[in-house]
């Protein structure tokens, strides 16, 4: 079945970086685009960047854009959300899911942003 399991979250200063990986299985996963989301304490679950199946097209909300990017490494199945310049805000459960989204989530990796 598909799966996710995502890692790299932890805790970081303000202006900080964090580079999170996302492995996948259960698809083909060089046939699908790919996205990472992020769910904020009290929030709904919001989509922080996209690539597509090639990894040339990608893109981002403002809130994150020229601070995240989004890579994937095909023959590993994986997918990567490089993370700089971190605010308060940026602290959530971040995930990673296919496109058009798979009914599975995995359990996320939680990213703290404190001093």
């Known amino acids: 079945q598909v799966q996710f399991v995502e890692s790299g979250g932890g805790l970081v200063q303000p202006g900080g970086s964090l580079r999170l990986s996302c492995v996948a299985s259960?698809?083909?996963?060089?046939?699908?685009?790919m996205s990472w989301y992020r769910q904020r304490p009290g929030k709904e679950r919001e989509l922080v960047a996209s690539?597509?199946?090639?990894?040339?097209?990608?893109s981002y909300p403002d809130s994150v854009q020229g601070r995240f990017i989004v890579t994937r490494a095909n023959t590993k199945r994986t997918l990567y959300l490089q993370m700089n310049s971190l605010k308060p805000e940026d602290a959530a459960v971040y995930y990673c899911?296919?496109?058009?989204?798979?009914?599975?989530w995995g359990q996320g990796t939680q990213v703290t942003v404190s001093s």
């Open positions: 690539i597509d199946s090639t990894g040339f097209r990608r």
């Open positions: 259960g698809f083909i996963f060089s046939a699908f685009g």
């Open positions: 899911n296919r496109r058009p989204v798979s009914e599975s």
